[in-house]
Antibody, heavy 117, light 110 residues
Framework: QVQLVESGGGVVQPGGSLRLSCVVS????????MHWVRQLPGKGLEWVAF????????YYSGSLKGRFTISRDNSKSTVFLQMNGLRSEDTGIYYC??????????WGQGTLVTVSS | QTVVTQEPSFSVSPGGTVTLTCGLT?????????PTWLQQTPGQPPRTLIY???IRSSGVPDRFSGSILGNKAALTITGAQADDEGDYYC??????????FGGGTRLTVL
């Protein structure tokens, strides 16, 4: 069973930065496209970003583009989310998910990001 | 900007059938949006039930089915069970480079 483990969340002041990581327990990680999805407190799911197999294709939610950057290291089976200029409204749980032909088939447990002074 | 719409809440009796829908504020949902349905229970990450309109994800019971009904995507639960309670989200591929979730439907089984 493929497992995803997110890390890197925590408390950060407004304007600060965090780098989230998601390690996938799958030796053929490069066959997965990857997404980051977030959930604000008490709210629904929000798609954040996508990265293709080799990292050449990257797409972002329009509201987040410019502050967030997705990347991956296939040698480490890891996808990253660099978040800059964080705001209180970015507070929430951040999930990573695998994507195989339009199927978000595996999800991590999420990592909590809190933006607060 | 186009928004993905879902019923805020729905209730179904145990053993009953319920159909949740996923639409757009502008336009119709079709298979080209690759509709995905996810279930989330409290404290848990989402779980994908249906992808690409009507394909069940691995391990999902066949009482969950997806379709296009009119101008919306639909998730039908046949023979609802108590542990089907939770939040259900629709996800659409708006174009090759953007995904969008609906606001979610809270399903109560009682």
């Amino acid at each position: 069973q493929v497992q995803l483990v997110e890390s890197g969340g925590g408390v950060v002041q407004p304007g600060g930065s965090l780098r989230l990581s998601c390690v996938v327990s799958e030796s053929t990680f490069s066959r997965y496209e990857m997404h980051w999805v977030r959930q604000l407190p008490g709210k629904g799911l929000e798609w954040v970003a996508f990265i293709g197999f080799d990292g050449s294709n990257k797409y972002y939610s329009g509201s987040l583009k410019g502050r967030f950057t997705i990347s991956r290291d296939n040698s480490k089976s890891t996808v990253f989310l660099q978040m800059n200029g964080l705001r209180s409204e970015d507070t929430g749980i951040y999930y990573c998910a695998t994507d195989v032909t339009w199927n978000f088939d595996h999800w991590g447990q999420g990592t909590l990001v809190t933006v607060s002074s | 900007q186009t928004v993905v719409t879902q019923e805020p809440s729905f209730s179904v009796s145990p053993g009953g059938t319920v159909t949740l829908t996923c639409g757009l504020t502008s336009g119709s949902v079709s298979t080209t949006y690759y509709p995905t349905w996810l279930q989330q229970t409290p404290g848990q990450p989402p779980r994908t039930l249906i992808y690409n309109t009507n394909i069940r994800s691995s391990g999902v019971p066949d009482r969950f089915s997806g379709s296009i009904l009119g101008n919306k995507a639909a998730l039908t639960i046949t023979g609802a069970q108590a542990d089907d309670e939770g939040d259900y989200y629709c996800l659409l591929s708006m174009n090759p480079d953007t995904r969008m979730f609906g606001g979610g439907t809270r399903l109560t089984v009682l």
